[in-house]
């Protein structure tokens, strides 16, 4: 019989693990950049918003992430999807009744003439992320092909695919999620705390125009927050996340659409007039979790396989495309060292300490967002109020939220 002969692994510089928008802009990027990258995901994206399992959560990309997204090709694809966020409101409704008692409005005219940032829903990042990336020559995508195994090396290392195909990279870039399988085989341990809280995430119509205003109502459970989106068959149109602890958050989605926009009415103070339910309602999880390190043997984690936190100040995703800039720059900096232990303990170096420093605010804030005693709700509308009344403090807190010093 002849000898049975296996098949000789793809050479690539970038092996992304992870289609999800991180993991497909990371493959945009590298390859607009020159390198060879290869993008695997076991679930082919949903880009239209009727597909099954579409996702309904919004990314608003913060104006630092846009430089990453511009270098890349894609900004000028979303740019005319785009909602600018201008002002940041926040409302305390902690008092006996869910209405607005404090109201506190960040300006991005105090920084710059930009806004904050743009929204988007996910499933459009998705088509179009999708489509700039089949005009990359160096790019290969493979949806519905998952990582199957992982040998590293200090001279490469070796991934299995789904498929039987092995890839030989010089860079693996985990972008696989919570649950990620490129950290779990570098034998990366995380740190996880769980809230008991879910977010349910969908898209609403109004009669009143949102205004380019991003809103987070506080009162308890979590926050509730409206971000806006273009309009929608002729009607002004927002995003929600309504975060409550886990059992509510489950009985909001069960209910029928009259009585469940009855209770988001209720909860959203009536700000933007009658609220009408205009997509399926998604359920996530919350979670903080924080690998030990974001690095292994030429393995770099970005986005979720990184870090995970709860949806406040538009943090999550861009703190991501930081992780992608980091560790693109590093790469064109050095394109001969790809994936080497100084390039490594650079990206781990830059970044960890960084993600660690919001995880901790993220945490707190969602901790204040969470709390039922009145006493604790007032206190926390003082702080509030406190903080905003000093014009230094306040800019300085807007530039944290944007990340930039």
């Not at 309009?231 to 309504?242: E, Q």
């Not at 993220?362 to 006493?375: C, K, T, Y």
Request: aromatic fraction near 6%.
């Amino acid at each position: 019989m002849p000898e049975t002969q296996t098949a000789a692994a793809i050479e690539t510089d970038i092996l992304i693990s992870g289609g999800g928008v991180a993991g497909l802009t990371a493959a945009a990027a590298f390859g607009a950049a020159g390198f060879t990258t290869i993008c695997v995901d076991p679930t082919p994206p949903a880009t239209s918003e009727a597909a099954e399992g579409a996702d309904m959560r919004t990314t608003a990309f913060l104006h630092p992430s846009r430089a990453v997204l511009e270098s890349s090709g894609i900004w000028a694809r979303i740019a005319p999807h785009a909602a600018p966020l201008q002002i940041m409101r926040i409302i305390d409704a902690g008092g006996a009744e869910p209405e607005a008692r404090l109201t506190r409005d960040f300006d991005a005219a105090d920084l710059s003439d930009e806004p904050f940032g743009w929204n988007f829903p996910n499933w459009l990042l998705r088509r179009e992320i999708v489509a700039r990336i089949a005009d990359l020559p160096l790019v290969d995508f493979r949806p519905g092909v998952a990582t199957t195994g992982l040998v590293t090396r200090q001279s490469g290392a070796e991934v299995r695919l789904s498929d039987g195909t092995r890839v030989k990279a010089r860079l693996v870039v985990a972008a696989d999620g919570r649950n990620s399988f490129i950290r779990e085989a570098a034998g990366i341990r995380v740190k996880t705390t769980r809230y008991g809280q879910k977010a349910l995430a969908f898209a609403v119509t109004h009669p009143k125009p949102h205004n380019d205003v991003s809103t987070e109502i506080h009162r308890s459970g979590g926050p509730f927050t409206l971000i806006p989106l273009p309009d929608r068959d002729g009607l002004h149109s927002s995003a929600i996340v309504w975060m409550e602890r886990g059992p509510e958050a489950d009985r909001l989605a069960a209910l029928p659409v009259a009585e469940f926009e009855a209770a988001m009415n209720a909860r959203s103070t009536g700000l933007l007039g009658p609220l009408t339910l205009v997509t399926r309602r998604s359920v996530w999880p919350m979670m903080t979790q924080i690998a030990e390190r974001f690095t292994a043997e030429r393995v770099a984690l970005i986005a979720e396989a990184a870090h995970v936190i709860p949806p406040i100040g538009a943090q999550g995703l861009n703190m991501s495309l930081a992780d992608l800039t980091c560790l693109l720059r590093l790469c064109e900096t050095d394109p001969a060292h790809i994936g080497e232990a100084a390039m490594l303990a650079a990206y781990n170096r830059r970044r960890w300490p960084e993600v660690k420093a919001r995880e901790i605010g993220i945490d707190f804030l969602n901790r204040a967002s969470m709390v039922e005693m009145r006493p604790l709700r007032d206190l926390r509308a003082g702080v509030l109020g406190a903080l905003y009344s000093l014009k230094p403090v306040r800019k300085t807190l807007m530039r944290a939220g944007l990340g930039v010093r």
